[in-house]
T-cell receptor, first 111, second 114 residues
Framework: DQQVKQNSPSLSVQEGRISILNCDYT??????FLWYKKYPAEGPTFLIS?????DKNEDGRFTVFLNKSAKHLSLHIVPSQPGDSAVYFC??????????FGKGTMLLVSP | DVKVTQSSRYLVKRTGEKVFLECVQD?????MFWYRQDPGLGLRLIYF???????EKGDIPEGYSVSREKKERFSLILESASTNQTSMYLC?????????????FGPGTRLLVL
């Protein structure tokens, strides 16, 4: 049973526009959420996180929004750049040190 | 910056061979993790460790074992490699404790079992 779901396997966006990546979770014990970015043949790199006590966290072009009642979070990238093309993983933690990952969304930003 | 290194970027092994994947982190992190990544399946946790000589099974431990003799080093062992263990293997570490769940990953080892 998938506890963290990324329902869009892929997303295509034009350079300069907004990219919105979505993630849903089912476990109400999750209280910390993260986004990772992964290029082919490399390890994931941490992008941004949010605690359940917040509903928004911003870092430069990246903003994560959390809607606890809907058990939904999203990552906004504005403006999108070709170098943002990668696979993005959503992850969640329930107070223990392990993370539960979604299956990823491949973002393609075209010039 | 956190640095997690993995002993090999690419490995080719034969079915039945014993395979060792090594991971080292330099940030004195308490927790270390081994994942495999397969297309369409995301990252799946194989084993993790909270402390030296401690290990816990993840979601898919079958066919694997681990060793953590020193805090900075976490090894993944494939006792008898099989073709279905062909995958990208990722090691990660985290500081541990509340609010310190962020994991930092190594570059990965792409293993091909023939």
């Amino acid at each position: 049973d998938q506890q963290v779901k990324q329902n869009s396997p892929s997303l295509s966006v034009q350079e300069g526009r907004i990219s919105i990546l979505n993630c849903d979770y089912t476990n109400s014990m999750f209280d910390y959420f993260l986004w990772y970015k992964k290029y082919p043949a490399e390890g994931p790199t941490f992008l941004i996180s949010i605690s359940s006590i917040k509903d928004k966290n911003e870092d430069g072009r990246f903003t994560v929004f959390l809607n606890k009642s809907a058990k939904h979070l999203s990552l906004h990238i504005v403006p999108s750049q070709p170098g943002d093309s990668a696979v993005y993983f959503c992850a969640a933690s329930g107070g223990y040190s392990t993370l539960t990952f979604g299956k990823g969304t491949m973002l393609l930003v075209s010039p | 910056d956190v640095k997690v290194t993995q002993s090999s970027r690419y490995l080719v092994k034969r079915t039945g061979e014993k395979v060792f994947l090594e991971c080292v982190q330099d940030m004195d992190h308490e927790n270390m993790f081994w994942y495999r990544q397969d297309p369409g399946l995301g990252l799946r946790l194989i084993y993790f460790s909270y402390d030296v000589k401690m290990k816990e099974k993840g979601d898919i431990p079958e066919g694997y074992s681990v060793s953590r003799e020193k805090k900075e080093r976490f090894s993944l062992i494939l006792e008898s490699a099989s073709t279905n263990q062909t995958s990208m293997y990722l090691c990660a570490s985290s500081l541990g404790g509340a609010g310190e769940e962020t994991q930092y990953f190594g570059p990965g080892t792409r293993l091909l079992v023939l």
